[in-house]
Protein backbone atom coordinates (compact mmCIF):
# COMPACT_ATOMS: atom_id res chain seq x y z
CA UNK A 1 0.00 0.00 0.00
CA UNK A 2 1.44 3.41 -0.77
CA UNK A 3 2.28 5.79 1.85
CA UNK A 4 -0.48 8.13 0.63
CA UNK A 5 -2.85 5.60 1.27
CA UNK A 6 -2.38 4.61 4.60
CA UNK A 7 -2.21 8.36 5.72
CA UNK A 8 -5.68 8.43 4.18
CA UNK A 9 -6.81 5.47 5.80
CA UNK A 10 -5.05 6.06 9.20
CA UNK A 11 -6.56 9.74 9.13
CA UNK A 12 -10.20 8.19 8.26
CA UNK A 13 -9.64 6.05 11.36
CA UNK A 14 -9.09 9.40 13.63
CA UNK A 15 -12.18 10.50 12.28
CA UNK A 16 -14.19 7.58 12.64
CA UNK A 17 -13.02 7.28 16.03
CA UNK A 18 -13.82 10.66 17.03
CA UNK A 19 -17.18 10.36 15.43
CA UNK A 20 -18.37 7.18 17.01
CA UNK A 21 -17.31 8.40 20.37
CA UNK A 22 -18.83 11.66 19.28
CA UNK A 23 -22.69 9.97 18.41
CA UNK A 24 -22.00 7.76 21.97
CA UNK A 25 -22.17 11.16 24.00
CA UNK A 26 -24.98 12.52 21.29
CA UNK A 27 -27.05 9.03 22.14
CA UNK A 28 -26.27 9.00 26.13
CA UNK A 29 -27.35 12.71 26.25
CA UNK A 30 -30.43 11.29 24.47
CA UNK A 31 -31.21 8.89 26.75
CA UNK A 32 -30.14 11.01 30.12
CA UNK A 33 -30.51 14.37 28.73
CA UNK A 34 -27.39 15.56 31.21
CA UNK A 35 -26.04 18.11 28.57
CA UNK A 36 -28.24 19.45 26.12
CA UNK A 37 -25.03 21.27 24.93
CA UNK A 38 -23.70 18.40 23.02
CA UNK A 39 -26.75 18.43 20.10
CA UNK A 40 -25.13 21.66 18.92
CA UNK A 41 -21.94 19.34 18.21
CA UNK A 42 -24.15 16.80 15.53
CA UNK A 43 -22.62 18.88 12.49
CA UNK A 44 -19.35 17.70 13.63
CA UNK A 45 -20.66 14.48 13.84
CA UNK A 46 -21.94 14.23 10.79
CA UNK A 47 -18.45 15.81 8.90
CA UNK A 48 -16.24 13.29 11.29
CA UNK A 49 -18.21 10.52 9.38
CA UNK A 50 -19.00 11.46 6.07
CA UNK A 51 -15.96 13.87 5.20
CA UNK A 52 -13.50 12.87 7.84
CA UNK A 53 -14.34 8.56 7.62
CA UNK A 54 -15.82 7.61 4.60
CA UNK A 55 -14.42 10.09 2.24
CA UNK A 56 -10.50 9.67 3.34
CA UNK A 57 -11.36 5.88 3.13
CA UNK A 58 -12.64 6.31 -0.01
CA UNK A 59 -9.79 8.01 -1.54
CA UNK A 60 -6.87 6.35 0.53
CA UNK A 61 -8.44 2.68 -1.07
CA UNK A 62 -8.66 4.67 -4.77
CA UNK A 63 -5.30 5.97 -4.37
CA UNK A 64 -4.24 2.59 -3.52
CA UNK A 65 -6.46 0.67 -6.67
CA UNK A 66 -6.34 2.87 -9.43
CA UNK A 67 -4.32 1.30 -11.82
CA UNK A 68 -0.91 3.26 -12.12
CA UNK A 69 0.17 4.03 -15.68
CA UNK A 70 2.14 1.97 -18.22
CA UNK A 71 5.76 3.08 -16.24
CA UNK A 72 4.25 1.73 -12.74
CA UNK A 73 3.94 5.15 -11.86
CA UNK A 74 1.27 7.20 -9.94
CA UNK A 75 0.84 10.44 -11.62
CA UNK A 76 0.88 13.71 -9.66
CA UNK A 77 1.76 12.29 -6.56
CA UNK A 78 2.00 15.53 -4.90
CA UNK A 79 -1.52 16.50 -6.10
CA UNK A 80 -2.28 13.69 -4.16
CA UNK A 81 -0.59 14.98 -0.63
CA UNK A 82 -2.14 18.08 -1.62
CA UNK A 83 -5.62 16.35 -1.56
CA UNK A 84 -4.95 14.70 1.77
CA UNK A 85 -3.51 17.98 3.36
CA UNK A 86 -6.57 19.95 1.86
CA UNK A 87 -9.10 17.62 2.91
CA UNK A 88 -7.72 16.64 6.21
CA UNK A 89 -7.65 20.59 6.97
CA UNK A 90 -10.90 21.49 5.96
CA UNK A 91 -12.03 19.12 8.37
CA UNK A 92 -10.01 20.36 11.58
CA UNK A 93 -10.71 23.97 10.08
CA UNK A 94 -14.82 22.88 10.24
CA UNK A 95 -14.25 21.46 13.49
CA UNK A 96 -12.54 24.52 15.15
CA UNK A 97 -15.34 26.85 13.34
CA UNK A 98 -17.69 25.08 14.92
CA UNK A 99 -16.33 24.57 18.30
CA UNK A 100 -15.78 28.80 18.47
CA UNK A 101 -19.37 29.14 17.06
CA UNK A 102 -20.99 27.01 20.25
CA UNK A 103 -18.52 27.61 22.89
CA UNK A 104 -17.25 31.35 22.48
CA UNK A 105 -20.64 32.18 20.66
CA UNK A 106 -19.29 33.35 17.73
CA UNK A 107 -19.89 33.10 14.32
CA UNK A 108 -18.70 30.02 13.08
CA UNK A 109 -20.02 30.18 9.82
CA UNK A 110 -17.43 31.81 7.89
CA UNK A 111 -14.58 29.54 9.26
CA UNK A 112 -17.68 26.34 8.16
CA UNK A 113 -17.16 28.28 4.76
CA UNK A 114 -13.40 28.02 4.40
CA UNK A 115 -12.87 24.47 6.04
CA UNK A 116 -15.90 22.81 3.47
CA UNK A 117 -14.23 24.87 0.52
CA UNK A 118 -10.39 23.18 1.31
CA UNK A 119 -12.39 19.84 1.19
CA UNK A 120 -13.60 20.93 -1.91
CA UNK A 121 -10.64 22.02 -3.46
CA UNK A 122 -8.85 19.02 -2.15
CA UNK A 123 -10.97 16.75 -3.77
CA UNK A 124 -10.92 18.66 -7.06
CA UNK A 125 -6.76 18.22 -6.46
CA UNK A 126 -7.60 14.28 -6.11
CA UNK A 127 -9.45 13.77 -9.19
CA UNK A 128 -6.98 15.82 -11.13
CA UNK A 129 -4.37 13.47 -9.80
CA UNK A 130 -5.97 9.97 -10.40
CA UNK A 131 -8.02 11.33 -13.49
CA UNK A 132 -5.11 9.46 -16.42
CA UNK A 133 -5.26 6.97 -14.40
CA UNK A 134 -8.78 6.07 -14.89
CA UNK A 135 -9.23 7.34 -18.69
CA UNK A 136 -6.77 5.11 -20.26
CA UNK A 137 -6.73 6.59 -23.93
CA UNK A 138 -7.41 3.69 -26.59
CA UNK A 139 -3.68 3.69 -27.54
CA UNK A 140 -2.60 2.82 -23.95
CA UNK A 141 -5.07 0.00 -23.58
CA UNK A 142 -3.97 -1.55 -26.98
CA UNK A 143 -0.35 -1.67 -25.52
CA UNK A 144 -1.13 -2.93 -22.55
CA UNK A 145 -3.02 -5.96 -23.80
CA UNK A 146 -0.04 -6.31 -26.19
CA UNK A 147 2.49 -6.23 -23.62
CA UNK A 148 0.54 -8.75 -21.87
CA UNK A 149 0.54 -11.22 -24.94
CA UNK A 150 -3.31 -11.40 -24.82
CA UNK A 151 -5.06 -11.20 -28.44
CA UNK A 152 -6.53 -7.68 -29.69
CA UNK A 153 -9.62 -7.85 -28.97
CA UNK A 154 -12.86 -6.45 -30.85
CA UNK A 155 -15.25 -4.23 -29.11
Do not use: Y
Amino acid sequence: MPTLSRWFVRTALVWLGLGVSLGAALLVNKASGFAPMVWTLLPLHISFLLVGWALELALGVAWWLLPRLEDNRRVHPALGWGSWGLLTGGLVVEVAAQLWSVWMGGAGSAGFAVGSSMAVVGVLCFVVAVWRRVGFVPEEIRRWRQSRGGAERGG
